[in-house]
């Protein structure tokens, strides 16, 4: 009740302003933290689930991108140690700023041993010839097993060399030559070399190469990754 200046009695008003305020806050408030149980039971209802008679089909698992790795290290060291361990037999076996002379070369799961010195140094061509004969023979055994049936010599899985970066480069170019004279011998058309024929031929790369002076364990992680590689 509130009285005018005049001092007459003024006829009694209610604010609804603030009330409105409120009533319009708690509606909210309810709306937005109440649970409309039936309605949610009919929409989990349509969703997929791994439970009972609706349960979809499990899904596929992404698989890896298909290659062939070919894969070139110092002969004698085996699957199962730490980089370190390798960093340190890798100095038992080489001196600082040589190139080692004996490689292991693997495609899946074939091997064999190359020398190094035969493929350099060597005056007898040959003995040069019947060892590179022997890789050919090795790396075209092993592509054998992973030929996919497909026609089109580009279809087929690519072919990615690994060498060690420790290693002279002969090691991964004999096994470069060895996939290509491969490729000729599986392609229905005459191969004779043309930068254009090699499109229509299985890609062959190297592995790009490492960066270095990151870690002093570094030439032990490579070993260890080209190891460890299927």
Not at 110 to 131: C, F, I, K, P, Y
């Amino acid at each position: 009740m509130s009285h005018g200046d005049g001092g007459g009695a003024a006829e009694g008003k209610l604010d609804l302003v603030p009330l409105i305020d409120t009533i319009m806050l708690l509606l909210m408030f309810f709306i937005l933290t109440s649970k409309f149980s039936t309605e949610e039971k009919a929409i989990s209802s349509l969703l997929p689930t791994d439970k009972g008679q609706m349960s979809s089909a499990p899904s596929k698992p992404v698989e890896e991108p298909k290659q062939v790795n070919i894969c070139i290290y110092p002969a004698g060291m085996q699957k199962g140690y730490q980089p370190s361990e390798y960093r340190d037999a890798l100095a038992k076996i080489r001196q600082p700023g040589q190139n080692v002379d004996f490689a292991t070369l693997r495609v899946g799961a074939d091997q064999m041993e190359v020398d190094g010195r035969t493929l350099s140094r060597s005056q007898n061509a040959e003995e040069v010839s019947r060892h590179i004969n022997a890789i050919h023979g090795m790396i075209g055994a092993a592509l054998e097993k992973f030929e996919t049936g497909s026609g089109e010599r580009k279809d087929q899985y690519p072919v990615i060399i690994h060498c060690f970066s420790g290693m002279s480069w002969r090691f991964a170019l004999v096994a470069y030559d060895a996939v290509r004279y491969y490729e000729s011998t599986k392609a229905t058309f005459k191969f004779t070399g043309n930068p254009e024929e090699l499109a229509r031929m299985r890609e062959v790369t190297f592995a790009p190469p490492r960066i270095r002076n990151y870690s002093a364990n570094e030439l032990g992680n490579e070993l260890y990754e080209v190891i460890h590689m299927k």
